[in-house]
């Protein structure tokens, strides 16, 4: 309440919970041995007890579960000292307000699915034969590296057909053309980590464990070769000359698609690098050994459906024969 004062001045008169020259500022009111905020609580029973939204023996601090609610199924615990509550989360999920979510974003590539674990660890549930803590480990060539094709020319992967006639180097060391029988994966549209290897002359960009021709060696994963080792490269697309050449660059890149083109030879030239059709399994000859039936069936009985094989990111029959070699005792040799 304003009063005037004899000399023509004009002094507040507070209500007891407030004070200053205008009234402004809270006061604390008695209460027992101590005082209460005179705004946000009232004494009772020589006891402070605070209104909704406020905490403390005086009521003048946050009430921490009215003003911070906890997340993903965390329950609010008020305690008797600051900041007077917190939050008990699942097992799968931490912070103060459960909001760290080890899946959010999920750090699976390739389409793995997250999920949590307790201590707000996580897994990657990774799709088709896809590895890797983060599904990262793919089997595949991106849909932007390209093929020779018979009286076509050079086509990316993604617009590789069925029976198209590609640029390939037999077991004689010969350039010739073998038709695309199958895809063991075709994905237009995943993102997948890729090694990207230069030479002098070309750069191809594959999976860590897909096969590659080296010289010393002969068919080896790709996250085997070092710089200075030397693979088979077509000098040109419109000549069947091949050499080796050094590795100069290996570097490692993100690229949309998985492609895995399958033909009949069970080798193919992509960006003019000499390249197996196969991956996870350490021998060339093995893998092309394992597909002699699907090749026979092929022969035979021509391809299967386009639903067989340009839908399925994996051809049935290759997902079935990797899972019953890894049941072998000879598997730690052959497969990864």
Request: charge should be neutral; proline fraction near 5%.
């Amino acid at each position: 309440t304003c009063v005037l004062l004899e000399n023509n001045q004009a002094q507040c008169l507070c209500t007891p919970v407030f004070r200053g020259l205008t009234c402004n500022q809270f006061s604390y009111v008695p209460c027992g041995d101590a005082t209460c905020h005179g705004t946000q609580g009232h004494c009772v029973a020589n006891s402070c007890i605070c209104k909704t939204g406020f905490a403390g023996p005086r009521c003048d601090s946050t009430d921490f579960c009215a003003t911070f609610p906890c997340l993903n199924g965390g329950t609010c615990v008020r305690t008797n000292e600051e900041p007077y509550g917190g939050c008990s989360c699942p097992a799968e999920f931490s912070g103060p307000t459960c909001s760290n979510d080890p899946c959010s974003p999920s750090p699976c590539l390739n389409g793995g699915y997250c999920v949590r674990k307790a201590d707000n660890q996580f897994y990657c549930q990774c799709r088709n034969r896809n590895k890797g803590v983060y599904c990262e480990q793919v089997e595949c060539f991106p849909s932007d590296a390209t093929v020779d094709v018979l009286n076509i020319g050079k086509v990316p992967l993604s617009s590789l057909q069925i029976g198209s006639q590609v640029r390939i180097i037999n077991e004689e060391d010969q350039v010739s053309y073998s038709p695309i029988i199958a895809f063991l994966h075709r994905e237009l549209d995943g993102q997948a980590l890729y090694k990207r290897v230069r030479t002098r002359s070309s750069t191809i960009e594959l999976s860590s464990r897909h096969l590659i021709n080296q010289r010393k060696d002969g068919f080896v994963w790709a996250e085997t070769l070092n710089k200075g080792d030397e693979i088979r490269v077509l000098l040109s697309t419109h000549a069947n000359e091949t050499q080796w050449e050094e590795v100069v660059e290996i570097t490692d890149v993100h690229k949309q698609g998985l492609m895995a083109p399958l033909t009949e030879q069970g080798t193919i030239v992509v960006n003019n690098v000499h390249a197996s059709c196969y991956a996870l399994v350490k021998s060339h000859k093995v893998a092309h050994f394992a597909l002699a039936p699907y090749r026979l069936y092929h022969r035979l009985f021509g391809q299967l459906s386009d639903t067989d094989l340009m839908t399925k990111p994996i051809l049935s029959y290759a997902s079935t024969l990797l899972h019953f070699f890894k049941n072998l005792p000879i598997a730690k040799d052959l497969i990864f």
